[in-house]
């Protein structure tokens, strides 16, 4: 279990970019899989991007080309660089650290502890 805390959230117009953080507590940070996800009113839950304890990354179609996801294990901190945003990407953005052992990166179920959320919104 890890203790995270997101932050960097904010109003944003559409074009915009957003960097948000993601800081963990423990000295286990640098074993673990992280993962950003983002829930729209209304909405479930959904996969925006991951990067692995080797830092080897994936994204979901809609943010590839626009979002960068990154880690600084010296500062036990993730980061989600976002580029060009739409309005669509209005959201609660939340990190989370994900099991080991899974096949898959891009479920909820996928992940264990999570963050409270930093919210973001992209005005048209």
């Known amino acids: 279990q890890v203790q995270l805390v997101e932050s960097g959230g904010g109003l944003v117009q559409a074009g915009g970019s957003l960097r948000l953080s993601c800081a963990a507590s423990?000295?286990?940070?640098?074993?673990?899989?992280m993962g950003w996800f983002r829930q729209a009113p209304g909405k479930e839950r959904e996969f925006v991007a991951a990067?692995?304890?080797?830092?080897?990354?994936i994204y979901t179609d809609s943010v590839k080309g626009r979002f960068t996801i990154s880690r600084d294990n010296a500062a036990n901190t993730v980061y989600l660089q976002m580029n060009s945003l739409k309005p669509e990407d209005t959201a609660v953005y939340y990190c989370a650290t994900r099991k080991p052992y899974t096949p898959t990166y891009g479920r909820v179920s996928d992940y264990d502890s999570w963050g409270q959320g930093t919210q973001v919104t992209v005005s048209s």
């Open positions: 423990g000295r286990t940070f640098s074993t673990y899989d």
């Open positions: 990067i692995t304890r080797d830092t080897n990354v």
